[in-house]
């Protein structure tokens, strides 16, 4: 796949991720504090939800990126952690799990 098309592809994932949090409830109107955002963990594990990380930092960074043209990070492990966080959530997050999947298989080359 182009680089073109990566960021197109990219551009449509974070869309479909945006939405899908919103249908299921997942997303919120308050920004978190600059305290909580500056977590050292990874996915601000100590200080923000998944859905929260997921909102604030990673759609957050990914939008500049793919409106600049990229370059797009070159490895991505998001849905680990995503099928971890929701485990016996009772959530329904078939849609969401893919489309992150989908989001790692996009940015990790090989």
Known sequence: MSDPERLNRAAD??????AELRRLGLWEDARPSD?????????CCDT???????Q????????PLIEAGGPLPGQ????PMAE???????IETG???RLLRDFDKLLTRD
């Open 13 to 18: 994932l974070l869309l479909e991720l945006e």
């Open 35 to 43: 305290e909580a955002l500056a977590s050292a963990l990874p996915f």
């Open 48 to 54: 923000l939800s998944f859905p929260q990380w997921l």
């Open 56 to 63: 604030f930092v990673f759609l957050e960074r990914m939008k």
């Open 76 to 79: 991505c492990g998001i849905a």
């Open 84 to 90: 971890e966080w929701f485990a016996g959530s009772g």
């Open 95 to 97: 849609r969401l799990l």
